[in-house]
């Protein structure tokens, strides 16, 4: 309608100055004309100002530079993203979580234990603020296209996690679902979504995959059942945690509270960490869970307290945040990290204490192994120890010492330099900084992604082909 009312002036407005041309000596038809001229520029750069844009993140398209294909980003109504940031206060994890584009309120307390001219890299970071991680990055990134037919994969920016964190207590599977079937109904609508029955669309979980595959409509049940939607069959998935027989999906790392700015920022933390004086063998840090049978955080924590050259740090006592302080100075100061389970398989601390140089001791072996495939070695006895955690209990923790001090301190340097290296590939640098040649976590996940949804268009053309050659 704006459209067509402008273009209704400007037919008035030519048929206006034809009529004052007529009126007017031959003498003035020089002026008329340049007036008309003027006109039209002023009206051109109107009717293109009120049509709306969506080019504030657009980058320019460098075809070498994203050999692997471009994204297009869809922009969803605010309901699926914008509005979730601005209700954060209902959320579980808080409006801290999702300041500063996911990265969270900015560091303190650091001084004494990172280099100072690295602090402005560091942000108490929320370990379920990857989606929103994700989405700034992806709006800036080189790869992405604002032409849907340029596209080999479509990013869907529907934040599922903040919205499930809103619902995940004393609320019923309504409202968990709710929001994901609101944007499953928009994108039904969508065609570049329905032509390929969405094989080339993805989404970033920020939660746990457990966190959105209840299976029945029972209000007692965990989560929502958005993986279990028919509409999402074919689209592909990241998360902190994935199901490790779902092929659609695949884990990416939990976010940690270092921010590199610079390919420079990364090298100085790497060899800041190289170098770093190490007094204890091992550390531990967490909270027991009373609630828990047997839980096996209480072995862990009785032990670390009780063993001398175990550094212990008991979040019970309200230490412990998204990279606080004293987890980085406990995991500086530690050969390895004892790491058990977390709400899953996997824990947000196994990340922190790899950032720190220290190398993580699991005892469950899906915590490591079928997980995180894109970012780490498929073998992680490279840079990782496992015990098993039946063995621990059978000996109350004593197990956890002789495994550790019989590893020779040439293979602990070994395993240390492996993390080392492996560093720019599980963190996430800050949006719209130039990291030269170094790929971090978004910037692998975002070209394998790419690579699978390939896979997965070419199965489904072979699939169609084969049903009408039948």
Not at 38 to 49: A, E, N
Not at 280 to 303: C, P, Q, T, W
Not at 384 to 407: M, P
Request: with cysteine; hydrophobic share 35%; aromatic share 12%.
């Amino acid at each position: 309608m704006v459209f067509q009312r402008k273009l209704t002036k400007a037919i008035e407005l030519k048929y206006n100055m034809r009529s004052v041309k007529s009126q007017v000596p031959l003498n003035h038809c020089l002026w008329l004309i340049i007036t008309i001229f003027l006109q039209i520029i002023i009206l051109f750069f109107l009717l293109r100002s009120s049509q709306p844009s969506n080019t504030q993140h657009a980058v320019a398209l460098n075809p070498g530079d994203c050999q692997s294909g471009y994204v297009y980003v869809y922009d969803l109504p605010p309901a699926f993203n914008k509005e979730l940031i601005d209700q954060c206060h209902e959320s579980d994890r808080g409006c801290g979580a999702v300041s500063n584009g996911g990265f969270g309120t900015k560091a303190t307390g650091l001084e004494h234990i990172v280099p100072r001219n690295l602090t402005p890299a560091w942000y108490w970071t929320d370990m379920y603020s990857a989606e929103v991680i994700f989405h700034n990055r992806m709006l800036s990134h080189k790869c992405r296209t604002l032409d849907p037919e340029k596209a080999k994969g479509f990013y869907i920016p529907f934040y599922a996690g903040l919205d499930i964190g809103r619902f995940l207590f004393n609320y019923s599977a309504k409202d968990r679902d709710r929001k994901s079937e609101m944007l499953l109904d928009w994108l039904k609508e969508q065609p570049t979504f329905t032509r390929n029955k969405g094989v080339d669309h993805f989404i970033m979980l920020s939660r746990l995959t457990w966190d959105f595959r209840r299976l029945t409509d029972n209000d007692a049940d965990w989560g929502s059942k958005l993986l279990h939607m028919p509409l999402m069959r074919h689209v592909f998935r990241l998360s902190v945690e994935k199901h490790q027989n779902d092929n659609l999906e695949e884990s990416v790392p939990y976010p940690t509270a270092f921010h590199p700015r610079s390919e420079s920022d990364i090298l100085q933390w790497q060899n800041y960490i190289r170098s770093y004086k190490r007094t204890k063998l091992f550390s531990f840090v967490g909270a027991k869970r009373e609630k828990i049978k047997n839980d096996f955080r209480g072995v862990l924590m009785d032990y670390c307290k009780s063993e001398e050259d175990c550094w212990a740090v008991d979040c019970a006592t309200g230490i412990c945040s998204d990279g606080a302080p004293a987890i980085m100075e406990t995991f500086l100061g530690s050969d390895f990290c004892l790491q058990p389970r977390g709400d899953g398989l996997t824990r947000r601390s196994m990340f922190d204490c790899m950032l720190a140089g220290s190398i993580p001791v699991y005892f469950w072996k899906g915590t490591f192994k079928g997980q995180y495939e894109w970012h780490l070695p498929w073998m992680p006895e490279t840079y990782t120890v496992f015990i098993d955690n039946r063995d621990v209990r059978a000996t109350n923790g004593s197990l956890i010492l002789k495994v550790l001090e019989s590893i020779h301190k040439d293979k602990v340097k070994e395993m240390r330099e492996t993390l080392i290296n492996l560093l720019p590939k599980f963190v996430y640098a800050r949006s719209g900084e130039d990291l030269g040649n170094v790929k971090d976590a978004f910037d692998i996940s975002i070209n394998r992604v790419l690579k699978r949804l390939e896979i997965g268009r070419n199965q489904l053309l072979s699939q169609n082909q084969a049903y009408f050659e039948s």
